[in-house]
Every structure is written in C-alpha cells, then in structure tokens.
C-alpha cells in the first residue's frame, strides 16, 4: 500500500465516532461557500417542500371529521386543497432536486480541478511513491461518493430532518402520549442500529481501497501491453487481474450484505415500534378517546417521522462513505510537492535565445530517497559558457540523467548549487526556470491528440505554420503530411501508430519550436535510421548554434565534435576533454571508443562521423 493509502487508513483508524467519522466533510465547505445564492434557493424549495408534505395529513384529518358530512362545497374544497399541496411539493421538490444537483456537478468539478492541479506539481517522488491507478480511484469513484453527498444525501438529509422534526411536533400536538410512546421504543432500538452502521463504515472504506487497488493493476496492466502479449503473459495477467476482481467483488458483497442487513433491522425495528403505538391508538378511537381523523393524522405524521428516520440512516451510510472518500482527497491534498517555488522568486535574465545560458554546477551531491545511502552525484563541479556544447558519456547509473533531473529541478540535490545564468535555479520559479530549457528525452511521450497538437505542446501559441517549420527542421514533415489527415491525424495513445523514429522526430520538434536557451539532448537520435538521423543531426547542429546544450549519449561517433567531452562514471566526472585529448588519456573514454570503433584507438574519421555533424 502507498504512503497515500497508509495515512488514510490510519486516519481511518484513529475516527471510531459517527461525528468524527464526518468530521472530513467539513473540508468541502471551502467548495460549497462560493455558491450561496444556489444554497438559498435550494434552502427555500426544501422549506416549501417539507411544508408541503406536513401540512397533507392535517389536509386529511379535516376531510375525513368534517368534510365526509359536512357542507356541500366542503368535500370538494377538501380535495382542491389536497391538489394544491400536491402541486406545492411537485415544483418545491422539482426545484429542490435541480439545485442540489447542480450544485453536487459544480462542486464535484470544482474539487476535482483542485485535485488534479495538485497532482500537476507533485515532483516524481510522489508517483514512485504513488500507483497512477490509485491517483485516478481518487479523482473518479471518491469524487462521484461525494457529488452523491453534495448533490444528493446533503438535501435528503436536511429534508428527512425537517419532516422529522415536524411530524414529531405534530405527532405531540396530535398525542402526547402515543408520542412518547413511540420515542421511549425508538429510542430502544438505536443502539442495534448504530452497531451495525460502524461494521458498514469498515467495510465500505475496505471496498474503497479494493477498488483502489483495483484501479491501479488495470492501469498499470494496459500500459504495458506490449509487454505483456512480448512474454506471453496474457493468461497470468489475466488470472492476476480476475483474482483482483474477485477480492473486489468480494468486498464489495460484504458492504452491501452489511448494508442490508442494517436496514432490514432499521426497519423491522422502527417500524415494529409505531406499528405497536398505532394499536393502542386504535384502541382509544374505539374507546372514544380520539376522532377518527386525529388517528389518521397521527398515523400519517407516525409515517412520515418513520420514513425521514429510514431515510436518514440511510443518507448517514452515503454520507460515512463520502467522509471516507473525502477523508483519502484530503490525505492525498495534504502531500506537499516536494520541489516547489521560492516564497520570492526571481526572474531570470533576458539573455535572448541567440545567446545560450550559461550553466554552473557546484560541489554537487544527490542521492535518491529511495536509496538514501547511495550517491548518485558525487561532488560534481561543472562550469559551461553560453553557446557551449557539452557531451556527457559512461556506462548506464554513472549519473548522466541524473545530471537533467536535477537541472530540470524534478529532484533538489542534497549538496551544492546548480547556476543558471549565474544565478541559482532554486531561487526562480519553476515555471520560469523550465521555459529556458528544451529536453528530447530518450523515450518519447506522444499525447492522444492529432500531430499538430502533439508538437504544439511546447509553445501552446504557436502558430499552425510555425508548427510546421519546426517539424520540417526536424525531419518530421515529410512523414506527417503523408498520413491520412496530415497533421491533424490522431496518432494514437502513447503514439502507437508511430515507429520509434517518428516519435523522436516529434520530440526534436517540439524543442525546436520551444526555442530556449539551453538544449539538453538524451539520446536525442538512438531511434533514428541513419538518413533520419543524418536530416535531424543537420537540424540540431541549427538549432544549437549559439545556445548552450548538453548531450547525453552512447554513440561516441555522435559527439566527436562537441566542445567538450564529460566522462562520468559511479557518479564522478572522471575524464574532461575533447575527442583527441580523451583518446591520448587513454582513459575509461579511450577503451569505450575502442569497443564501439573495434580498434586500439578511435580513428579520427569513423563511418559513423558521416552522419554527425558534433
């Protein structure tokens, strides 16, 4: 279970009272504030509506005393009042139902906007932390518990309440002491009820988390399907995934059987009770002690206090489960990003893109959290001009892509300073910060939208035309322009419909749409054939001119040109210098040339050199 789930649970453990237990729903006040005048009008339909409904049997006790013998025009004028109690509660519960409803949609929106903007500033800590599945369990079924809290149970709760509160007034003004009567025995058969609501609670916060884990291995299953169906784990994942359900399913049952169970008591008992007092109602009227109407009223008012009573047991089981729902948002809100703006940030400076940045990293030190004791950086010191091109090489772990997590500030290091433009890049917002770097990562993220949209990522105001300069900079237009809609093709989730090349090409594309300052390059052409790759090296070396880049890469014919060479390895940098000062050191550079050129030394002109112009 994830950091999330555990406070959650915990938290869940620590509320053993109903009162505290709804204690979290006293978080979406906040949500619920901004829409006053839609709670008034609400507030006013559900009076006239309880009026309404109260004001039926004492409609009935009159016409069943006096209208039955009484005047002509008294029965008719009896049922005219009647339709128009009828016609009352149909527009007040009309209008109620609406509001309430529209207010359950706005806030659920609302809440889930906060929620997924707060996700939007976790640092990748949080998702290692924290399954994507079980982030959208929170977004989906714990914010649907709460539209049916907001939209539904708040105003069947206040309506049961009033009908209540009402009918048992008028069940006292009708007789006291059948009224008594009835509280003394419902009184007597709370306690049951209440037992059997706390063995609810737990088993709906148990469905919750089975359908959270639930959640998690289906997406986690279908966004790996390639390799899925590669290792032929078609029938383990799906045995896997039906051994999910079934606990599910399972959880589930127990919930609802629970829940039945529950109300069945509720009912039997409450309803036992006034079955009992009308008995001996019945006997006063045939004692004489009460009209025939007073016990019809009474009857009526027993009913209506017997419904809202059900009723709001009921709506206390939505309304538990919405606490525990709103209970896993709030611990899920509470998660503080771990990389977050300065209190008082700074601008960085307008250098201009033509110009580069100028790039420093001092005494750095970082590690993990997940391995604390291991260093991934170890005393880095790195100074880079402006316009300066630098290439980053070692075996895989020697902390190259650990070098632009840090610059990208998705991790903060331990030790040390990172400069930008020779100011440190903790003291910029992070917004700020990323709009001056452009990065073409290894493996390519391609967004279910059409090409268009895909490349326009980088600069949303972008126009059509200059989205497609950048693509022809980077060797992608050809490709485009020949699927079936052009641009404006839908390429599929993650990009399926695209070879690994093609999603590359886009990367490249973006960046250089993007235009900034600084270029970091990771693998930028590992996926390229070698006329793709030699078109976009052609488009880089364009795009680089003047600006500041650095180049993660394995392919050592790729870099021979750079201005400088980085050789890193366990975390250090180890080596530093051009291709031929590397090679005369004869160092952990020099014997990767040589495997890779399959010579003693790297000769000056490799095959490869033909197709990289760094």
Request: include cysteine; glycine fraction near 8%.
């Amino acid at each position: 279970m994830s950091e999330l789930s555990a406070a959650a649970s915990a938290s869940d453990a620590n509320t053993a009272t109903p009162a505290r237990k709804l204690g979290p729903l006293r978080a979406l006040l906040p949500f619920l504030l901004p829409y006053r005048k839609q709670f008034a009008l609400a507030g006013f339909a559900l009076l006239a509506a309880a009026a309404a409904t109260l004001s039926v049997p004492m409609a009935f006790r009159g016409m069943i005393d006096g209208g039955w013998q009484g005047a002509a025009n008294a029965l008719p004028n009896a049922f005219l009042l009647l339709f128009g109690l009828a016609m009352l509660l149909a527009i007040s519960t009309a209008a109620r139902f609406y509001m309430v409803s529209w207010l359950g949609e706005r806030v659920t929106a609302d809440l889930r906007k906060q929620v997924y903007s707060h996700i939007l500033r976790q640092s990748p800590l949080f998702f290692e932390t924290t399954r994507t599945g079980e982030v959208l369990s929170r977004l989906t079924t714990d914010t649907s518990l709460i539209q049916t809290v907001v939209g539904t149970s708040i105003s069947m709760a206040l309506r049961n309440c009033l009908l209540l509160a009402g009918g048992l007034l008028m069940m006292l003004i009708t007789s006291t002491s059948l009224t008594l009567m009835i509280l003394v025995l419902l009184l007597a058969v709370i306690l049951p009820i209440l037992h059997f609501g706390k063995r609810v609670r737990s088993l709906s916060r148990q469905s919750q988390d089975s359908i959270a884990d639930f959640s998690a291995l289906a997406g986690e299953i279908l966004n790996a399907m390639p390799t899925i169906q590669a290792f032929t784990r078609e029938s383990a994942e799906r045995e896997r995934f039906g051994t999910q359900a079934e606990k599910a399913f399972d959880s589930g049952i127990r919930r609802v059987r629970a829940r039945a169970l529950l109300t069945m008591i509720a009912i039997t008992l409450v309803f036992g009770a006034i079955i009992l007092v009308l008995w001996l109602g019945a006997q006063r009227v045939a004692a004489g002690e009460m009209s025939s109407g007073q016990l019809a009223q009474f009857i009526l008012y027993a009913s209506i206090v017997a419904g809202a009573f059900g009723a709001l047991s009921e709506v206390l089981g939505d309304a538990q489960r919405a606490a525990g729902a709103t209970e896993r948002l709030l611990a899920l809100m509470a998660y503080p990003p771990d990389i977050q703006d300065p209190p008082h940030p700074k601008l960085p400076p307008d250098t201009g893109n033509t110009q580069g940045a100028t790039l420093s990293l001092s005494a750095l030190r970082f590690s993990y959290p997940s391995r604390p004791q291991q260093l991934a950086l170890d005393n880095i010191h790195l100074q880079i001009a402006a316009g300066e091109t630098v290439a980053l090489v070692g075996s895989s772990g020697a902390g190259k892509s650990t070098l632009f997590q840090l610059i990208l500030r998705f991790y903060e290091s331990q030790q040390g300073e990172i400069a930008l433009n020779g100011q440190d890049i903790r003291e910029y917002r992070l917004q700020d910060l990323r709009q001056r770097i452009g990065i073409v990562p290894q493996d390519t993220v391609i967004f279910s939208d059409n090409a268009l949209e895909n490349i326009r990522i980088a600069r949303p105001d972008a126009s059509d035309a200059e989205v497609m300069e950048a693509a022809k900079q980077a060797a992608a237009h050809d490709f485009l322009s020949a699927l079936p809609e052009g641009y404006h093709t839908f390429l599929g989730e993650r990009g399926v419909r695209l070879s690994g090349g093609q999603r590359q090409r886009i990367a490249i594309a973006r960046v250089l749409l993007k235009n900034p300052p600084l270029l970091l390059l990771d693998e930028a052409t590992s996926a390229l054939d070698a006329e793709s790759e030699q078109r976009v090296q052609a488009a880089l070396e364009r795009a680089m001119t003047g600006r500041t880049t650095l180049i993660i890469a394995h392919r050592l014919a790729t870099i021979q040109k750079a201005d400088r060479i980085i050789v890193m390895d366990q975390g250090r940098i180890v080596e530093t210098g051009t291709h031929q000062d590397l090679l005369q050191q004869q160092g952990i550079y020099a014997r990767l040339a040589s495997l890779q050129f399959g010579l003693n030394s790297a000769p000056e002109t490799p095959a490869e050199e033909a197709v990289s112009p760094l």
